[in-house]
């Protein structure tokens, strides 16, 4: 035999529900806040990249027109322009006014050239010798007039801005040229950052092309080392070819733009550009960075909120499950335990489980079912007992002798389908056999109809529309009707079989039933015609006559839809003769109006009267007498008449007398509280 694993406790099932739905709502908020968090960083870098790079652009135009305005304006001061026009001037004067220019202008280097382009002193390098710069684009424009600005790299490792001015003689022609450069270095990138709050990187190209920093206002470690050798031949390369050379407000990010880096152990987004000469060379750049870290960190801490938030659910959510589950289990336990007292026979188990909750309402239930239980039992022992002092018939009708005898007979075949096997008795509307469904082989109940009541067409096609209503009721105590049929001008009803007895054969036999025996006879009945009301159903014609017990203790009503036949075919028969049972019949009946499903709630009051008593609770020697009885007459209390009725119980049974159907209870369900409550 397998061996069955442990089940998880109720605690457990609860508490991981609670964890996949919590878990589940801390996931996609976590998931969508990421989401939005991601979206609103690459935002906020993209504006804050866009800030950078405009004052990146602002800053490195604005030095160069303070540059070239202060060159020029040394260029043209009178001493200077004719020291340098004297051909005996001395090598070291032009020395000193270069280093002079330098200081002046705020330049880290000036050069001066002749009107050829040689260079023949250099402020930052006294020692050099005359070169030709002439071929250089910068110098070139400068010679032809032209204004003339670009990037240039000193000692082949530091970036610098370099303008180049004319100097002009006495006759308006350039007998030379001035060219100051300022490096672009830490402080620019720290100036740069504390306005942006962005990082930035400068970078020069060596004579082999690798970047090399020239200023920096992040750290200068191997990754951004090797982030530049990456990047910055990209860079270099993303404007190439183009036909002029750009100043530096034409300096824009081109090339690579938003690309995610690692530096100094923070996440960055970094954005480049090249800087390029007077000639479009690209000699370096600038990368401009913003910190994803600093932009991700409010969603991040929203991150960690939602996760201790999540902790703490779970947390708490573990301390109601255990709450809860004890809870439902207690109560679950009591159900539980009823119900294996059940199985053992013992039906008086108490259960206190109330409220309005699902374990509430299955209380209910099994309280309900409890009852009916005892109820079964409580019949099943009453007919038993009933067996053992007297043998009886079980009739579904009590049948009138002259009806006995008269129509099919054993073994005959009922429409070629039904197989006659008894008689089983009579009454007002026809004759009841137990017969066998040859094509389902069942045994039914079939119920000939008299022709008095089918012959007219208009009576008999509002049977058939009751009938199919009938067949719409399904409820244990209600028995099937089956279908309609003829054979030979002969109509039949096809039913359930019950192998029962009917109360009103009971009552015959033992007189007034004791209360233990009445109420569930009452109970049931109150179901059945509650789920026929419910279809709009009324039967009309209720009455112990019409009221099987089957061994079990199952309470069957029979013929739902035949009072209506009966009352539509006929009506009256004589002056002041109804056709029907009037002891059972409610006033609003006997005086022939509409009626609703108090009706029925009367009828039962008149079952449950004669039950308890031995007899209906008004008689009389003709009809018409009795009939005025009931419609004038209070009847007398079930407990004056049987000092064991409870009271309340005769009262209850008194309110569905009352003649006044306003004052009865409105509904079924009413009257089934009444006699629960009555007991």
């Not at 002193?121 to 005359?130: F, K």
């Not at 509307?429 to 009541?453: C, M, Q, W």
Request: glycine share 10%; with cysteine; hydrophobic share 45%.
């Amino acid at each position: 035999m397998a061996r069955r694993s442990p089940a998880i406790s109720l605690t457990w099932k609860i508490f991981l529900g609670g964890v996949v739905v919590v878990a589940a709502v801390s996931a996609l908020t976590l998931a969508i806040t990421a989401r939005s968090g991601r979206r609103a960083a690459d935002a906020a870098i993209t504006r804050g990249l866009a800030a950078t790079r405009a004052h990146v652009r602002a800053i490195l135009d604005g030095r160069e027109r303070g540059l070239e305005a202060s060159a020029q304006t040394f260029a043209r001061s009178p001493s200077f322009r004719a020291l340098f026009e004297s051909r005996s001037t001395e090598r070291s004067s032009l020395l000193d006014q270069a280093g002079e220019a330098a200081a002046r202008i705020g330049a880290n280097t000036v050069h001066l050239t002749d009107a050829h382009g040689v260079r023949f002193a250099r402020s930052d390098d006294p020692a050099a010798g005359p070169d030709t710069l002439a071929r250089s684009a910068l110098i070139a424009r400068a010679l032809a007039g032209r204004r003339s600005a670009g990037a240039a790299v000193i000692s082949d490792t530091v970036l610098h801005q370099a303008v180049a001015v004319p100097i002009e003689g006495t006759s308006a022609r350039v007998v030379g040229v001035l060219m100051a450069t300022r490096a672009v270095g830490d402080s620019l990138a720290r100036e740069i950052t504390a306005a942006t709050s962005g990082g930035v990187v400068f970078f020069a190209l060596d004579s082999t092309g690798r970047p090399r920093i020239s200023g920096a206002s992040v750290a200068r470690d191997e990754a951004l080392t090797r982030f530049l050798d990456e990047r910055a031949p990209i860079w270099a390369a993303a404007d190439a070819g183009s036909p002029s050379a750009p100043t530096a407000a034409d300096l824009d990010l081109t090339g690579v733009s938003g690309t995610e880096v690692t530096l100094g152990g923070g996440r960055w987004v970094a954005s480049g550009a090249a800087l390029r000469s007077a000639g479009g060379v690209a000699l370096g750049g600038f990368v401009a960075l913003r910190s994803l870290d600093a932009e991700m960190a409010p969603f991040v801490r929203l991150e960690r909120s939602i996760l201790l938030a999540t902790v703490a659910g779970l947390l708490v959510a573990f301390g109601l499950s255990h709450l809860m589950a004890r809870a439902i289990t207690r109560r679950v336990g009591v159900l539980e335990a009823a119900t294996r007292r059940a199985a053992d026979g013992d039906y008086a188990a108490e259960i206190p489980v109330r409220g309005g909750d699902e374990i509430a309402r299955l209380a209910e239930s099994v309280r309900s079912m409890l009852a009916d239980l005892r109820d079964r039992r409580d019949l099943v022992e009453f007919l038993s007992a009933a067996a053992g002092s007297k043998e009886h018939r079980r009739d579904l009708l009590d049948a009138p002798p002259q009806h006995i005898g008269d129509g099919l007979q054993p073994g005959q075949k009922l429409a070629g389908r039904y197989e006659i096997m008894e008689l089983i008795g009579g009454g007002g509307v026809g004759i009841v056999y137990r017969a066998l469904d040859l094509e389902l082989s069942e045994p039914v109940a079939v119920k000939t109809l008299g022709r008095e009541y089918v012959s007219d067409s208009t009576a008999l096609a509002r049977f058939k529309s009751e009938l199919r209503l009938a067949r719409r009721i399904s409820h244990r105590n209600v028995m099937r009707t089956h279908d309609l049929g003829e054979t030979d001008g002969m109509y039949f009803i096809t039913m359930e079989y019950v192998h029962g007895t009917s109360v009103k054969a009971l009552i015959t036999e033992r007189g007034r039933l004791p209360v233990h025996a009445t109420l569930p006879i009452a109970r049931q009945l109150c179901r059945a015609l509650e789920v026929a009301h419910e279809e709009g159903i009324i039967h009309r014609d209720i009455k112990p006559h019409n009221l099987v017990l089957a061994p079990d203790g199952v309470v069957k009503v029979m013929d739902f839809g035949i009072a209506r036949l009966l009352g539509r075919t006929q009506g009256m028969t004589q002056t002041g003769m109804v056709v029907g049972t009037p002891e059972y019949l409610a006033p609003e009946q006997l005086l022939g109006e509409d009626v609703d499903v108090r009706a029925d709630i009367y009828a039962v009051g008149v079952v449950i009267y004669e039950c308890l008593t031995g007899r209906t609770p008004h008689t009389a020697d003709d009809p018409v007498q009795l009939i005025s009885r009931v419609l004038e007459q209070a009847p007398v209390p079930p407990h004056e008449l049987v000092p064991d009725v409870p009271r309340t119980l005769s009262d209850a049974v008194l309110a569905a007398l009352h003649r006044n159907r306003g004052e009865r209870p409105r509904t079924m369900a009413e009257l089934h509280a009444l006699l629960v409550a009555g007991e």
